[in-house]
Nanobody, 120 residues
Framework: VQLQASGGGSVQAGGRLRLSCTAS????????MGWYRRGQGPERELVAR???????DYAYSVIGRFTISQDNAKNMWYLQMDTLKPEDTDVYYC???????????????WGQGTLVTVSS
């Protein structure tokens, strides 16, 4: 299973970007999809997640500005980032919990990072 992220770039404060992630390879179901960013701590911090049935969860700092969505038919999910702030500058990673085989536990997968730079 491979995750391929795209859509990062440089914008001015107040601008917008859309990140995309595509899952490819052999699997039976994507359970959850999400976006994380490197953050300041030892672990990547959650930005947004969406379950296969559409339930969403957001970091407090992005509520009202970012929107996560999915296209299950294409095994893709997106992060629409509006009203970007300089503090959103970071490397963003897509993530998915994927069941590769029926009867096996799902596993965690990460895409490569994509850099988002917001200038003031």
């Amino acid at each position: 299973v491979q995750l391929q992220a795209s859509g990062g770039g440089s914008v001015q404060a107040g601008g917008r970007l859309r990140l995309s992630c595509t899952a490819s390879g052999r699997f039976v179901r994507i359970m959850d999809m999400g976006w994380y960013r490197r953050g300041q701590g030892p672990e990547r911090e959650l930005v947004a997640r969406i379950t296969s049935d559409g339930r969403t969860d957001y970091a407090y700092s992005v509520i009202g500005r970012f929107t996560i969505s999915q296209d299950n038919a294409k095994n893709m999910w997106y992060l629409q980032m509006d009203t970007l702030k300089p503090e959103d500058t970071d490397v963003y990673y897509c993530n998915a919990v994927i069941r590769k085989h029926w009867g096996r536990d799902p596993s965690d997968h990460w895409g490569q990072g994509t850099l988002v730079t917001v200038s003031s």
